[in-house]
């Protein structure tokens, strides 16, 4: 796939008269998609979670270079309960045209993941199929929307048939690299991004066949400057949906977008999760939909030994910690803190102490995450430094001790059960024992604890970091 020369459309970054840093996700959009307040008037909370969302979403994408491993069940709900449900177990059965083939090849894709098996057949049935899917990040969603919309784009004709929403400019980007992948080998076909800042002239029209952006700018696109015609769109995407609806702004715009497309153009709305918000949204934009789900790999404390360290202040904390320093860097471990400051400040303070360790924090550009990540990962660094936000979402596998610092409580001072699994469930995964070490420095801490040991029924030892034996003992 060529880009267009020259001009701000076409290839990935080169022409973009953009100032804003890729991954400086601070002012994007934000401002431009008037977000409205709530019920409550409460707009900055929104504003933060679409935020965090959409950093995290752009994170895990940078980290991953492979499918994730899920063994869960697929559940597929058709339109017509009465069609055969069909699924694949290769690309060839697709029939997919050479050119795609070659493109998913060249990719080092051998077989369809979990979600394209189901999902592919429904969405390049003929005629093709409304689709909702939810599955994790990580599962082939991006891969399988791509392929519906390059199977279904015709080259020859110079105007937009394919049409994608993403929350961000950044996000944006990150499915065009996968669109251009997967589509090189269709030297006709353009890629055109509607992203703020992109400005082209007046009473232009796109020949690009693809347009990937953010609902805003499409919006404007689609009515007010008209350079794409919504009425010759055959493939309509909203990826991210549990990312887009953060905003109300996204979720007004890509309901007017939606209302302009022709009445037989496919739509297909894709989301890590399905909470009822995003449900709600879905069925609002896609009609007579197909529904897909996958679920997410149960998280269970069943292999993790857990403990909890009695302290009296944040410095006896610290002190415990540099005591079972030594048995938890054995494997890898995340010490996971409430606020960016308490993260920093123990970061600063283990260096001191000669310790290397990594700090995963908010502050930093979501590259910069995704580069200490990917040490980490590589096991460059034993010890990462977080807070819940940043942490949220990313799976290192290779993770075998998690120390609360703080415990997780949600913005109540409730203990946040949700969140203290997730933390500790990836440890004990695959077979393998986990380590969790809560520290606990106060009555009201104690009285969390106590509620998530009555939340899981599960019992946390005691351990006394000044006993050398019993720090052996977990250890191995
Ligand atoms: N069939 C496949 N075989 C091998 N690798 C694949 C396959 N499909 C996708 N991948 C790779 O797996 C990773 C995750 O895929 P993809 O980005 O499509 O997932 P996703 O569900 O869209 O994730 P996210 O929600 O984070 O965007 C990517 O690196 C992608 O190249």
Redesign the pocket.
């Known amino acids: 796939m060529a880009g267009a020369e020259g001009s701000v459309r076409g290839s990935a970054l080169q022409h973009f008269p953009i100032t804003l840093p890729v991954g400086d996700l601070s002012n994007l959009h934000l401002k431009e998609e008037k977000i409205k307040p709530d019920a409550n008037g409460n707009l900055k909370t929104n504003a933060i979670s679409f935020k965090d969302r959409a950093a995290q979403?752009l994170l895990?994408?940078l980290i991953?270079?492979?499918?994730v491993d899920n063994t869960n069940q697929v559940e597929v709900l058709q339109r017509d309960p009465n069609s055969p449900l069909y699924s694949v177990k290769s690309f060839e059965e697709l029939r997919l045209k050479p050119q795609l083939l070659q493109g998913v090849y060249a990719?080092?894709?051998?077989?369809?993941?979990k979600i394209?098996e189901n999902a592919l057949p429904l969405m390049l049935a003929e005629p093709p199929q409304n689709l909702i899917a939810q599955?994790q990040?990580?599962?082939?969603?991006?891969?399988?929307f791509v392929l519906a919309m390059l199977s279904q784009v015709e080259p020859a004709n110079k105007y937009p048939q394919c049409l994608c929403l993403s929350p961000t400019y950044e996000l944006a980007l990150q499915t065009g690299k996968v669109i251009e992948q997967m589509g090189k080998f269709y030297p006709a076909l353009k890629l055109a991004y509607a992203v703020r800042g992109n400005k082209l002239e007046r009473g232009q029209k796109l020949s690009e066949q693809i347009v990937i952006g953010t609902p805003g700018t499409v919006l404007d696109w689609c009515s007010k400057l008209k350079f794409i015609d919504p009425k010759k769109i055959k493939v309509f995407v909203l990826d991210e949906a549990d990312v887009m609806i953060a905003t109300q702004g996204h979720q007004d715009q890509s309901i007017r977008i939606q209302r302009m497309l022709p009445r037989n153009c496919q739509m297909l709305l894709f989301s890590?999760t399905f909470e009822d918000s995003v449900w709600k949204f879905a069925q609002k934009v896609v009609p007579d939909p197909n529904v897909i789900k996958l679920k997410r790999e149960e998280e269970t404390l069943d292999t993790i030994k857990q403990y909890y360290v009695l302290c009296s202040s944040r410095d006896e904390k610290f002190q415990a910690l540099c005591n079972l320093y030594g048995a938890i860097t054995i494997a890898q471990a995340m010490i996971f803190c409430h606020t960016r400051k308490t993260a920093s400040w123990l970061a600063a303070e283990l260096s001191k102490e000669g310790h290397q360790v990594a700090l995963l924090s908010g502050e930093m550009m979501v590259e910069q995450r995704a580069a200490v990540i990917e040490r980490f990962r590589e096991g460059k660094e034993k010890v990462l430094v977080t807070t819940n936000v940043c942490a949220r979402g990313i799976d290192v596998e290779q993770v075998s001790v998690v120390i609360n610092f703080d415990l997780p409580v949600d913005k109540d001072g409730n203990p946040d059960n949700e969140t203290y699994l997730h933390r500790i469930g990836r440890t004990g995964r695959f077979g393998k024992r986990g380590l969790a070490v809560n520290m606990v420095d106060s009555k009201h801490s104690m009285n969390i604890l106590n509620r998530i040991q009555e939340h899981f029924n599960k019992k946390i030892e005691r351990l006394d970091t000044d006993d050398l034996d019993e720090i052996e003992k977990i250890a191995n």
């Open positions: 979403s895990n994408k991953r270079s492979n499918l990719m080092g894709f051998n077989r369809p993941s394209q599955s990040s990580g599962t082939g969603k991006t891969a399988a890590a």
